[in-house]
């Protein structure tokens, strides 16, 4: 089902673990930071809604989504239970879209592979602003809660599995 039929902020409360044990780092980029902005808010947010402390909520910001992938690496390394990787990339004259794209998508893939830490893949890759406006706190929702949920639920796997 794509985004446009469905409420990337809709979700049972209820079935959310409480978070309070948990330590979360977000990276974000600073490309389209009006739009990275409202999905780090809405994943900041989200987490402590679930229990999370503030003071277990580390955050970096990255120049663009292309360095998502180290800044991700190295917030592995800081004993959190989940990453979450905040980006936003943009359809521009050039094929650079593309190429950007497959790259972070691929890169946090690997990250989630070759580490025991969830890097949750927060990254909107849109044909126009407008799309992205809807899908950080318009009429689609807020991706950034969509990954908070996921961060919370990852990392509850990971201490479990
Ligand atoms: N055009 C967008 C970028 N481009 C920048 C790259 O992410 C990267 O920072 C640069 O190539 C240097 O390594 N980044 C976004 O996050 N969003 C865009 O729309
Ligand atoms: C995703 C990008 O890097 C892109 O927005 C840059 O724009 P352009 O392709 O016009 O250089």
């Given at each position: 089902m794509a985004t446009k039929n469905q409420n990337?902020?809709?979700?049972?409360?209820?079935t959310i673990p409480n978070a309070k044990d948990l330590r979360f780092g977000i990276v974000v980029s600073e490309w389209n930071s009006n739009i990275t902005n409202n999905l780090y808010e809405g994943a900041l947010t989200t987490l402590i809604e679930h229990g999370a402390l503030a003071d277990n909520i580390y955050s970096w910001h990255v120049p663009g989504s292309y360095e998502l992938i180290y800044g991700s690496k190295k917030m592995q390394e800081?004993?959190?239970?989940a990453v979450i990787a905040i980006g936003c990339v943009i359809q521009g004259e050039t094929k650079h879209f593309d190429f950007v794209c497959e790259a972070v998508a691929n890169g946090i893939k690997d990250l989630n592979v070759m580490h025991d830490t969830p890097v949750i893949f927060c990254v909107l890759t849109d044909n126009a602003m407008q799309q992205s406006i809807d899908r950080s706190g318009g009429k689609h929702g807020n991706k950034g809660v969509e990954a908070a949920v996921a961060a919370i639920k990852m990392a509850v796997l990971r201490r479990e599995a």
């Open positions: 990337l902020s809709a979700y049972d409360k209820n800081h004993q959190v239970d």
